[in-house]
């Protein structure tokens, strides 16, 4: 079978991303083919792209971006349980910008019927990301306080708006005055223009002195040192994403004084088997259920403006979760 793909032969600029067509073989033992209705843009796209740091490993050329979408099963290979043809998934596997795939079946989970194919491809890495920040790097606590640093993108949506349903306080920072009320209508309490205001003074304001508990941070280079400024005793930094650049090497000493702890992670640790992975996914369809959270898509791109769709996120006027639509 011929289906279309988008490949990259270098690193640079969205516009080596190159349009193709591959072979997809019967998928072997242990693997689901999947149609896919839905790929998921993520930052991660972009490190990937341009060959940045990232939780990717390196991989010959030509190299086929993103790591998640969404579709219904086509064909199943030997020794596959638990799938069926027709059904409705998403995964979590590198190379899915291709419009036909096979993919490892302990790297899929089967979708509910209330979450639709275009909002799985474009909110699973970023829901599930959400879940183990939330809930096992940090365990979100009622009275927190925390800081969500992109508060109107795809993960800050998710992040704010979890964290509140969690119990708690939720201050956002935003690049932007015109991201401020998706900020609000998305769980924060408080939002600040990290652009036009010292966030960690306001920050500080806000919690009468005392600093949150926990830093959410996407951003990196921009904001990795004032957020520390902003943590209570033994609050924690994560940086999960550097959107402005890499953190750079610091002075352990900035921590000594207030126990303060720092953690730079990567999903794939948290959901490394298929156990974990659906575990993981679950807890994130409950959530859904439970009206704890809202899974939305901020944009919707046709496959071949891949190149499009890169430019607008690197330079951050998507907001929410973006989708490419084959």
């Known amino acids: 079978m011929q289906t279309l793909a988008f490949r990259i032969a270098k690193h640079g600029e969205p516009d080596v991303l190159e349009r193709c067509t591959v072979t997809v073989d019967a998928p072997g033992p242990g693997e689901i083919q999947i149609a896919q209705a839905a ?80 909002v799985a491809g474009a909110t699973l890495l970023r829901g599930l990301t959400a879940e183990y920040l939330l809930r096992r790097l940090y365990v979100v606590k009622p009275g927190d306080v925390v800081l969500v640093h992109a508060a109107a993108g795809g993960m800050g949506v998710l992040l704010s708006q979890w964290a509140r349903s969690l119990g708690a306080t939720v201050i956002g ?36 002195g005392k600093g949150v508990a926990v830093v959410y941070d996407a951003v990196g280079k921009d904001v990795f040192l004032p957020s520390l400024q902003c943590l209570q005793p033994c609050g924690m930094a994560i940086n999960y994403g550097t959107a402005s650049g890499d953190v750079e090497a610091f002075d352990l000493q900035r ?22 992975l659906r575990r993981a996914a679950q807890v994130l369809f409950d959530a859904v259920t439970t009206g704890a959270l809202r899974l939305e898509v901020g944009q919707r791109f046709a496959f071949d403006d891949v190149r499009i769709a890169h430019e607008m996120l690197e330079s951050r006027r998507t907001i929410g979760s973006t989708v490419l639509i084959p």
């Open 39 to 118: 790929i998921g843009l993520n930052f991660a796209d972009i490190y990937q792209r341009r060959g940045a740091h990232g939780p990717h490993s390196a991989t010959p050329f030509p190299v086929t971006l993103g790591s998640v979408g969404a579709g219904t099963v086509t064909a199943i290979g030997s020794g596959v349980d638990g799938f069926q043809v027709g059904q409705r998934v998403a995964y979590m596997y590198p190379g899915a910008y291709q419009v036909v795939r096979n993919v490892p079946a302990d790297r899929v989970v089967a979708l509910p019927d209330d979450i639709p194919l275009d």
């Open 173 to 208: 920072t935003v690049g932007s005055e015109a991201k401020r009320q998706v900020a609000l209508d998305h769980g924060c309490h408080h939002v600040i223009d990290y652009r036009n205001t010292d966030f960690a003074s306001e920050v500080l304001k806000l919690t009468d």
């Open 255 to 276: 921590l000594h004084a207030r126990s303060l702890i720092v953690a730079r992670p990567t999903l794939r640790t948290f959901i490394a088997d298929a156990a974990s």
